[in-house]
T-cell receptor
Framework: SQTIHQWPATLVQPVGSPLSLECTVE??????LYWYRQAAGRGLQLLFY??????ISSEVPQNLSASRPQDRQFILSSKKLLLSDSGFYLC????????????FGNGTRLTVT | SQQGEEDPQALSIQEGENATMNCSYK?????LQWYRQNSGRGLVHLIL?????REKHSGRLRVTLDTSKKSSSLLITASRAADTASYFC?????????????FGTGTRLQVTL
Protein backbone atom coordinates (compact mmCIF):
# COMPACT_ATOMS: atom_id res chain seq x y z
CA SER A 1 0.00 0.00 0.00
CA GLN A 2 1.06 3.58 -0.52
CA THR A 3 2.24 5.75 2.35
CA ILE A 4 3.35 9.35 2.62
CA HIS A 5 5.79 10.62 5.22
CA GLN A 6 6.20 14.24 6.14
CA TRP A 7 8.53 15.71 8.72
CA PRO A 8 9.02 17.33 11.08
CA ALA A 9 5.57 17.45 12.68
CA THR A 10 6.21 20.79 14.35
CA LEU A 11 8.85 23.44 13.84
CA VAL A 12 9.58 26.79 15.47
CA GLN A 13 11.99 28.97 13.52
CA PRO A 14 13.15 32.58 13.93
CA VAL A 15 12.53 35.18 11.27
CA GLY A 16 15.31 35.16 8.68
CA SER A 17 16.29 31.53 9.22
CA PRO A 18 16.21 28.93 6.44
CA LEU A 19 13.57 26.24 6.07
CA SER A 20 13.57 22.72 4.69
CA LEU A 21 10.52 20.46 4.90
CA GLU A 22 10.71 17.00 3.41
CA CYS A 23 8.08 14.66 2.08
CA THR A 24 8.51 11.15 0.73
CA VAL A 25 6.05 8.71 -0.79
CA GLU A 26 6.32 4.93 -0.74
CA UNK A 27 4.53 2.25 -2.69
CA UNK A 28 3.91 4.10 -5.94
CA UNK A 29 5.92 5.32 -8.90
CA UNK A 30 5.86 8.63 -10.74
CA UNK A 31 3.27 10.26 -8.47
CA UNK A 32 2.15 13.84 -8.79
CA LEU A 33 3.33 15.71 -5.68
CA TYR A 34 1.89 18.81 -4.05
CA TRP A 35 2.63 21.32 -1.28
CA TYR A 36 -0.32 23.09 0.31
CA ARG A 37 -0.45 25.64 3.14
CA GLN A 38 -3.36 26.01 5.52
CA ALA A 39 -3.75 29.17 7.57
CA ALA A 40 -5.51 28.86 10.93
CA GLY A 41 -9.22 28.13 10.43
CA ARG A 42 -8.94 28.44 6.67
CA GLY A 43 -8.94 26.28 3.60
CA LEU A 44 -5.86 25.04 1.80
CA GLN A 45 -3.81 27.06 -0.63
CA LEU A 46 -1.85 25.23 -3.34
CA LEU A 47 1.78 26.35 -3.28
CA PHE A 48 3.60 24.00 -5.66
CA TYR A 49 2.98 20.85 -7.64
CA UNK A 50 5.23 18.51 -9.58
CA UNK A 51 4.45 15.97 -12.29
CA UNK A 52 8.00 14.59 -12.48
CA UNK A 53 11.60 14.81 -11.28
CA UNK A 54 12.86 18.37 -11.57
CA UNK A 55 9.47 19.65 -12.79
CA ILE A 56 8.05 22.23 -10.39
CA SER A 57 5.07 24.50 -10.97
CA SER A 58 4.54 27.44 -8.65
CA GLU A 59 1.02 28.62 -7.99
CA VAL A 60 1.59 31.58 -5.71
CA PRO A 61 4.46 34.09 -5.72
CA GLN A 62 6.08 33.85 -2.32
CA ASN A 63 9.13 33.44 -0.20
CA LEU A 64 9.21 29.68 -0.73
CA SER A 65 10.61 27.27 -3.30
CA ALA A 66 10.19 23.56 -3.98
CA SER A 67 12.38 20.85 -5.42
CA ARG A 68 11.93 17.23 -6.48
CA PRO A 69 15.36 15.61 -6.52
CA GLN A 70 13.97 12.06 -6.69
CA ASP A 71 10.79 10.51 -8.02
CA ARG A 72 9.14 10.19 -4.62
CA GLN A 73 10.77 13.05 -2.72
CA PHE A 74 9.43 16.59 -2.52
CA ILE A 75 11.15 19.36 -0.57
CA LEU A 76 9.82 22.77 0.45
CA SER A 77 12.46 25.39 1.20
CA SER A 78 13.03 28.99 2.09
CA LYS A 79 16.27 30.93 2.37
CA LYS A 80 14.86 33.46 4.85
CA LEU A 81 11.60 32.91 6.68
CA LEU A 82 9.06 35.68 7.20
CA LEU A 83 6.45 35.90 9.96
CA SER A 84 3.79 35.42 7.29
CA ASP A 85 5.24 31.98 6.45
CA SER A 86 3.74 30.55 9.64
CA GLY A 87 1.09 27.95 8.99
CA PHE A 88 0.28 24.28 8.55
CA TYR A 89 2.11 22.80 5.57
CA LEU A 90 0.72 19.71 3.93
CA CYS A 91 2.33 17.46 1.37
CA UNK A 92 0.14 15.30 -0.85
CA UNK A 93 0.43 12.88 -3.74
CA UNK A 94 -1.91 11.69 -6.46
CA UNK A 95 -1.80 9.22 -9.27
CA UNK A 96 -0.29 10.79 -12.38
CA UNK A 97 -2.91 12.35 -14.61
CA UNK A 98 -5.85 14.56 -13.90
CA UNK A 99 -8.89 14.27 -11.68
CA UNK A 100 -7.29 12.03 -9.09
CA UNK A 101 -7.89 12.23 -5.33
CA UNK A 102 -5.11 13.64 -3.20
CA UNK A 103 -3.51 11.64 -0.40
CA PHE A 104 -2.14 13.87 2.33
CA GLY A 105 0.63 13.56 4.88
CA ASN A 106 0.03 14.56 8.48
CA GLY A 107 1.43 18.03 8.00
CA THR A 108 4.07 20.26 9.57
CA ARG A 109 3.03 23.03 11.93
CA LEU A 110 5.49 25.89 11.29
CA THR A 111 5.69 28.85 13.65
CA VAL A 112 7.98 31.69 12.68
CA THR A 113 8.87 33.86 15.67
CA SER B 1 -8.58 32.68 -4.11
CA GLN B 2 -11.09 30.31 -2.60
CA GLN B 3 -13.26 28.68 -5.23
CA GLY B 4 -15.49 26.75 -2.86
CA GLU B 5 -17.43 28.13 0.04
CA GLU B 6 -18.93 25.74 2.56
CA ASP B 7 -22.08 26.39 4.48
CA PRO B 8 -22.55 26.32 7.40
CA GLN B 9 -19.16 27.21 8.86
CA ALA B 10 -19.96 25.15 11.93
CA LEU B 11 -22.57 22.50 12.69
CA SER B 12 -23.38 20.79 15.97
CA ILE B 13 -25.65 17.76 16.06
CA GLN B 14 -26.37 14.77 18.25
CA GLU B 15 -25.27 11.26 17.50
CA GLY B 16 -27.69 9.49 15.21
CA GLU B 17 -28.83 12.64 13.44
CA ASN B 18 -28.00 13.46 9.83
CA ALA B 19 -25.53 16.20 8.93
CA THR B 20 -25.76 18.18 5.72
CA MET B 21 -23.02 20.46 4.45
CA ASN B 22 -23.21 22.60 1.34
CA CYS B 23 -20.55 23.87 -1.03
CA SER B 24 -20.84 26.56 -3.67
CA TYR B 25 -18.26 27.35 -6.32
CA LYS B 26 -17.80 29.93 -9.05
CA UNK B 27 -16.38 28.45 -12.25
CA UNK B 28 -16.95 25.37 -14.38
CA UNK B 29 -15.36 22.24 -12.97
CA UNK B 30 -14.19 18.81 -14.04
CA UNK B 31 -14.92 17.24 -10.69
CA LEU B 32 -15.64 18.10 -7.07
CA GLN B 33 -14.17 16.26 -4.12
CA TRP B 34 -14.95 16.14 -0.42
CA TYR B 35 -12.29 15.73 2.25
CA ARG B 36 -12.29 15.29 5.99
CA GLN B 37 -9.71 16.70 8.41
CA ASN B 38 -9.35 15.76 12.05
CA SER B 39 -7.85 18.47 14.20
CA GLY B 40 -4.15 18.96 13.53
CA ARG B 41 -3.98 16.18 10.94
CA GLY B 42 -3.84 15.84 7.18
CA LEU B 43 -6.91 15.62 4.98
CA VAL B 44 -8.52 12.34 4.03
CA HIS B 45 -10.31 11.95 0.72
CA LEU B 46 -13.96 10.94 1.07
CA ILE B 47 -15.58 11.02 -2.33
CA LEU B 48 -15.13 12.39 -5.86
CA UNK B 49 -18.04 13.34 -8.11
CA UNK B 50 -17.49 14.20 -11.75
CA UNK B 51 -19.20 17.07 -13.53
CA UNK B 52 -21.44 14.68 -15.48
CA UNK B 53 -22.65 12.93 -12.32
CA ARG B 54 -25.50 14.15 -10.14
CA GLU B 55 -25.31 11.90 -7.09
CA LYS B 56 -22.85 9.50 -5.53
CA HIS B 57 -22.93 7.28 -2.45
CA SER B 58 -20.24 5.80 -0.27
CA GLY B 59 -21.33 4.06 2.92
CA ARG B 60 -23.10 6.66 5.08
CA LEU B 61 -22.08 9.47 2.73
CA ARG B 62 -24.21 10.89 -0.05
CA VAL B 63 -22.94 13.64 -2.32
CA THR B 64 -24.99 15.59 -4.83
CA LEU B 65 -23.79 17.95 -7.52
CA ASP B 66 -25.83 20.59 -9.33
CA THR B 67 -23.64 22.15 -11.99
CA SER B 68 -26.38 24.57 -13.06
CA LYS B 69 -26.36 26.07 -9.56
CA LYS B 70 -22.64 25.47 -9.06
CA SER B 71 -23.29 23.74 -5.77
CA SER B 72 -22.76 20.42 -4.01
CA SER B 73 -23.94 18.91 -0.77
CA LEU B 74 -22.50 16.26 1.51
CA LEU B 75 -24.93 14.28 3.65
CA ILE B 76 -23.67 12.11 6.50
CA THR B 77 -26.43 9.83 7.74
CA ALA B 78 -26.71 8.40 11.25
CA SER B 79 -23.77 10.45 12.48
CA ARG B 80 -21.35 9.17 15.09
CA ALA B 81 -19.07 10.96 17.54
CA ALA B 82 -16.15 9.79 15.39
CA ASP B 83 -17.50 11.90 12.52
CA THR B 84 -16.46 15.03 14.43
CA ALA B 85 -14.03 16.80 12.09
CA SER B 86 -13.79 19.58 9.52
CA TYR B 87 -15.12 18.84 6.06
CA PHE B 88 -13.84 20.55 2.93
CA CYS B 89 -15.03 20.61 -0.63
CA UNK B 90 -12.44 21.00 -3.37
CA UNK B 91 -12.93 21.72 -7.05
CA UNK B 92 -10.77 20.69 -9.98
CA UNK B 93 -11.30 23.16 -12.79
CA UNK B 94 -8.14 22.49 -14.73
CA UNK B 95 -8.29 19.00 -16.13
CA UNK B 96 -4.60 18.89 -16.89
CA UNK B 97 -1.91 16.44 -15.85
CA UNK B 98 -2.28 17.14 -12.14
CA UNK B 99 -5.11 17.61 -9.67
CA UNK B 100 -4.93 21.34 -9.02
CA UNK B 101 -7.62 21.47 -6.39
CA UNK B 102 -9.06 24.65 -4.93
CA PHE B 103 -10.35 24.14 -1.41
CA GLY B 104 -13.13 25.89 0.44
CA THR B 105 -12.89 27.13 4.00
CA GLY B 106 -14.58 24.08 5.49
CA THR B 107 -17.44 23.13 7.80
CA ARG B 108 -16.61 22.17 11.37
CA LEU B 109 -18.87 19.33 12.42
CA GLN B 110 -19.33 18.48 16.09
CA VAL B 111 -21.24 15.30 16.91
CA THR B 112 -22.17 14.93 20.55
CA LEU B 113 -23.32 11.85 22.43
Amino acid sequence: SQTIHQWPATLVQPVGSPLSLECTVEGTSNPNLYWYRQAAGRGLQLLFYSVGIGQISSEVPQNLSASRPQDRQFILSSKKLLLSDSGFYLCAWSVAGSSSPLHFGNGTRLTVT
Amino acid sequence: SQQGEEDPQALSIQEGENATMNCSYKTSINNLQWYRQNSGRGLVHLILIRSNEREKHSGRLRVTLDTSKKSSSLLITASRAADTASYFCATDAWGGTASKLTFGTGTRLQVTL
